[in-house]
């Protein structure tokens, strides 16, 4: 580093001096500069600490949104994810009454830690974990509709779809059905506009997962906050800058603006009085002497005051230059402040209304799962409802169905009444059967006699009440049989000698309804008959013993019914279609008229007219002439032939129209031929022989589950068994409940986290009040405006930042008014004082005494030295800068004495002025006398400040100068390193600090002059 450079240049001088004071200002607590409790100390103490900008910084950034950036993904996993996420308690909490409160609880009390060492006894019982809301709800859903697998305890158990366990559609009960048309809804849930999503998904994705999401526009909001939270430290900066620069604070001694334009005005003041009393001094004057050195000192303190006015100007300029700046610093981060600040609520309106939308779906998912609920309420009331109808075939059917056909054949006659009881007219034929004490089912057995085969002309007459589909009650009779899975017809019957058939036998029987026709073809064609005589609407026409012949009079119908009334005949109507018509209405009226008697006339076509066409019968006339075209009487036989009925058409190897009992898996085997399993006769000599096709086949077999599946279903053990498969659905949809609940609370608490970012927001901060965005108690003594009134300084303290740096301008320009007035007054002043001085030296005429000649040299008395001993100093020009006159100055003193100079006369614009440049003045000159005060080092890096051409080279450094010479390499080097502050350090203002720092000893030297010569004026004051 470069030692022992020279201040040589007058305005390199002055632009140190004023740019350090700035930069004291601008960049650095002053109090870095000053002495502490107004002392010179060797060790400085640290920048006072504030609460203002240093605990804003940047690196100590606090996040605002980590809060809203966990919830967002809390509602995302909550309605998306796969993983387990949360674990709701479903434990109810102990009851509460009015005589013990709950304890309350907060957002800040933690939940009691468990722990390994807890007793059982304390633990709650936890809820299931469970998955997202879409997971659960698909789940819960998908089970109802397609079945699946479920985990319970450490198994994995099958599941059948709902409504799979009951025979048929028309078997499962209304609530079964609208639970799984619901669960369908809930599997097939899509969001308008969502992408093929469902509304879950897509309030997941208006959550995380997709562009311009809630979670994006939160950390878009973050951004903007961290923006904003720079632009308002920045904005605390600028006002702390401003006040700095107003005031001076209680640890702070540098003046400020306010205290410059007060020693402005302090100037002006001591000017006035000083020079009033030098004024006074040249009117009391004695001497021609007394006058010249009064005159002279007067010149001397109006230059001084000119320099030290010009010195604290230029300082108050630089100071309002840099306020100004401070000002402009403000605006800026306010402007960028605003504009952080709409970039944080755009971002978290845009957070506010992706939630909102979010809510939306969720709220429409929620909803659906709530109906899924509510049916799978509604189905477990069904299933509670339902009564063992099926107990008896249960019991029947045992552990397997094989096993009961291996009994009798009345054994196996009751197996078939049994179904016909309990499922066939109830699940097959769909009548809602009556049967209780008054009207009980009845079962009648039909044996016929005859040769081997005639046994299939045996049959079950079935008498049953029920009710009709207006609730009215109706009898009906149906007629059975049954016959082995094996059975072939008689041609065959050879075949059941084989072992296989013998085996198979075993494994199923078929039960078949047989038509009235069919098993009583006499009886049907009466009670066609009867139910059209019955139904005749002139029944005045067919009396006898004047009532009608179906009434309940004694023998009517028996009388009629031997006289043949009812025998039964087609013929063709005009439209070409059959009809049936009874032997009374052919015969008319006549049954009815008085006198005539009607015996049983056999066939009528052999008794009524014939119509011949063409040689060929086409049709016969009653007695009334009534034409009936083809006139057939009915009898079985033809009845039989005309609908293709023929005696035993029933049964499996016949038209395969009938039910087959037997246990599913084994059925399925036996007519499929699963060689495998050991079947086969069944396929080859009845399903193959008599060419019952795979569709009829396979709706045997479909036939034959249903029903067992209704004996699962409806016997007690199959609604017990019905009730833990519905539970188990249960259990999917209060999860998927859960799931949806906590998705909805999820982004319920998401939204009200964005609303918690709306109060966090630094829009707050821009309105803050200033003392409390400063971290101050008290704004005036914390800027040391200790000049203002009390009333005026409390208000300071209700202001906010923009408010205060506003106030602050205000008292900068009553400030700069009041500098502009002692400028000019300090004019005004210094003319009126050398008015006044040229009026004080004037003598009036013919005075006594040594009266000096105005504005002439001294008159020396006769035979005098006419050679003044010192030369007279000529008086400045007001506004003229000081001209000092040195004799043969010292070659050391000369760099001092042009530094100071250059100080004094530096540019307004150079920076900040030096205001001891005088005393540094008056000390270079005695030391000019005295041999020079020696060249000063400056170290500042390894460039020279200046240097002088014309300075005199220094030979020797002398005791008193350089011997104990200042290096000063940086800034952190004790101010005055190597200069002994004696116990009697004076205190002495920051101007006086810098110098010492620059001069070192030097300096102190010329501190220790300037005040000698300030203690030599007090006390001129007091005498």
Not at 818 to 833: F, G, H, Q, V
Request: charged share 30%; glycine share 8%.
């Amino acid at each position: 580093m470069k030692k022992n450079s020279l201040i040589k240049d007058k305005k390199v001088l002055s632009a140190l001096t004023i740019g350090i004071s700035a930069m004291m200002f601008l960049q650095t607590p002053v109090s870095a500069y000053a002495a502490y409790n107004d002392e010179l100390n060797e060790n400085p103490p640290s920048e006072p600490k504030t609460e203002s900008n240093d605990s804003q910084s940047e690196s100590s950034y606090v996040p605002v949104t980590n809060d809203a950036q966990t919830e967002a993904t809390q509602a995302y996993d909550a309605c998306v994810s796969e993983t387990p996420v949360v674990a709701p308690q479903e434990t109810p909490a102990p009851e509460q009454t009015a005589e013990t409160p709950a304890p309350e609880q907060t957002a800040e009390t933690p939940a009691p830690e468990q722990t390994a060492e807890t007793p059982a006894a304390e633990q709650t019982q936890a809820a299931p974990t469970i998955a997202g809301a879409e997971v659960e709800a698909n789940e819960a859903a998908n089970l109802i509709v397609n079945g699946g697998e479920v985990k319970q305890g450490e198994e994995t158990v099958k599941i059948e779809k709902a409504g799979e366990e009951f025979a048929d559609k028309k078997a499962t009960p209304e609530a079964i059905t609208d639970l799984v048309d619901v669960a369908k809804v809930v599997l097939n849930d899509k969001a308008e506009g969502g992408n093929g999503l469902s509304n879950i998904q897509a309030a997941a994705a208006d959550i995380a997962g997709s562009e311009n999401s809630a979670k994006e526009q939160i950390g878009k909001a973050e951004e903007a906050n961290k923006a904003a939270n720079e632009a308002y430290n920045n904005a605390v900066a600028a006002v702390e800058k401003a006040g700095d620069i107003m005031g001076t604070t209680e640890d702070d001694k540098a003046p400020g603006l306010i205290k410059t334009q007060e020693n402005i005005d302090k100037i002006v003041d001591d000017t006035n009085t000083k020079g009033q009393e030098i004024v006074d001094k040249i009117a009391n004057a004695q001497t021609a002497q007394e006058i010249e050195a009064a005159k002279e000192e007067l010149n001397k303190m109006i230059e001084d005051s000119k320099g030290d006015l010009e010195s604290q100007v230029k300082l108050f300029e630089g100071l309002s230059d840099s306020f100004d700046k401070a000002v402009e610093e403000l605006q800026k981060a306010q402007s960028a402040l605003d504009t952080a600040e709409d970039n944080y609520q755009g971002a978290l309106d845009n957070a506010d209304s992706k939630t909102d939308d979010a809510q939306k779906k969720v709220k429409i998912a929620s909803e659906k799962v709530e109906k899924l609920a509510e049916a799978m309420d509604e189905a477990l009331a069904a299933i509670d409802g339902l009564e063992a109808d099926a107990d008896g075939l249960a019991d029947k059917r045992g552990n397997k169905w094989g096993d009961s056909f291996k009994s009798s054949v009345d054994d196996r006659r009751q197996i078939m009444w049994t179904v016909i009881q309990d499922y066939y007219l109830s699940e097959v034929l769909n009548y809602n059967v009556v049967i209780d004490d008054e009207h009980p089912i009845d079962f009648s057995k039909k044996t016929h006699s005859g040769p081997n085969g005639e046994y299939e002309k045996n049959y079950t007459k079935v008498n049953f009440w029920y009710l009709d589909e207006n609730n009215e009650l109706k009898q009906d009779t149906k007629y059975f049989n049954w016959d082995a899975i094996t059975k072939t017809d008689t041609a065959n019957e050879n075949l059941n000698n084989n072992k296989n058939n013998n085996n198979e036998a075993s494994t199923g029987m078929v039960i078949y309804e047989k038509s009235e026709l069919e098993v009583d073809a006499a009886g049907y064609i009466e009670r066609i008959a009867l139910e059209r005589v019955e139904n005749i609407e002139n029944k005045s026409a067919y009396q006898r013993n004047g009532e009608f012949v179906l009434s309940d009079y004694t023998d009517n119908y028996n009388k009629c019914k031997k006289q043949g009334m009812f025998t039964l005949y087609t013929y063709i109507d005009d439209e070409g279609n059959e009809q049936y018509i009874t032997q009374f209405e052919l015969f008319g009226k006549y049954p009815g008229k008085p006198g005539v008697t009607y015996n049983n006339q056999g066939d009528l076509t052999k008794v009524f007219t014939p119509v011949i066409v063409d040689g060929e019968v086409i049709g016969y006339k009653n007695p009334d002439g009534v034409e009936f075209k083809g006139l057939t009487m009915v009898t079985p036989e033809i009845l039989l032939e005309k609908n293709g009925i023929s005696q035993n058409q029933n049964g499996l190897y016949k038209d395969a129209n009938c039910l087959i009992l037997g246990d599913t898996d084994v059925i399925t085997a036996v007519l499929n031929g699963d060689k495998e399993k050991g079947y086969g006769f069944v396929k080859e000599n009845v399903v193959k022989r008599y060419g019952i096709s795979q569709d009829k086949v396979d709706e045997l077999i479909e036939a034959n589950a249903r029903f067992n599946r209704y004996i699962d279903t409806n016997s007690t053990a199959g609604i017990n068994n019905l009730k833990d498969k519905y539970n188990t659905y249960a259990a999917e949809v209060a999860e998927a409940q859960i799931a949806v609940k906590n998705a909805q609370t999820q982004v319920t608490e998401l939204s009200g986290a964005i609303d918690e970012l709306r109060n966090k927001s630094v829009k707050r901060s821009k309105t803050m009040i200033a003392r409390e965005a400063l971290g101050v108690d008290d704004i005036a003594t914390h800027f040391g405006l200790t000049g203002l009134d009390e009333a005026k300084a409390a208000e300071l303290n209700n202001l906010t930042l923009a408010g205060l740096i506003s106030r602050l301008g205000e008292l900068r320009n009553e400030a700069k008014g009041n500098k502009e007035k002692a400028e000019s007054k300090l004019s005004k002043t210094i003319d009126e004082l050398i008015k006044n001085a040229d009026e004080a030296a004037v003598r009036p005429s013919g005075g006594g005494g040594d009266t000096p000649s105005t504005g002439g040299e001294d008159t020396p008395d006769a035979g005098g030295d006419t050679t003044p001993d010192t030369p007279a100093t000529p008086a400045a020009p007001a506004g003229g800068t000081i001209a000092t006159t040195t004799t043969n100055p010292s070659p050391s003193a000369a760099p001092v004495l042009a530094a100071v100079e250059a100080a004094m006369a530096a540019d307004a614009g150079a920076g900040q002025a030096n205001p001891a440049a005088q005393a540094i003045a008056d000390f270079a000159a005695g030391q000019a006398d005295q041999g020079g005060a020696g060249n000063v080092e400056i170290a500042d890096g390894d460039v020279a400040l200046a240097e002088t051409p014309d300075a005199a080279p220094v030979v020797e450094e002398t005791d008193e100068t350089l011997a104990n010479k200042v290096d000063i390499e940086d800034p952190a080097v004790a101010l005055a390193s190597g200069t002994t502050v004696n116990d009697e350090a004076r205190k002495m203002n920051w101007w006086w600090i810098l110098i010492v720092a620059l001069l070192g000893v030097t300096g102190k030297k010329m501190y220790e002059e300037h005040m000698r010569k300030e203690e030599e004026k007090n006390k001129n004051k007091i005498d």
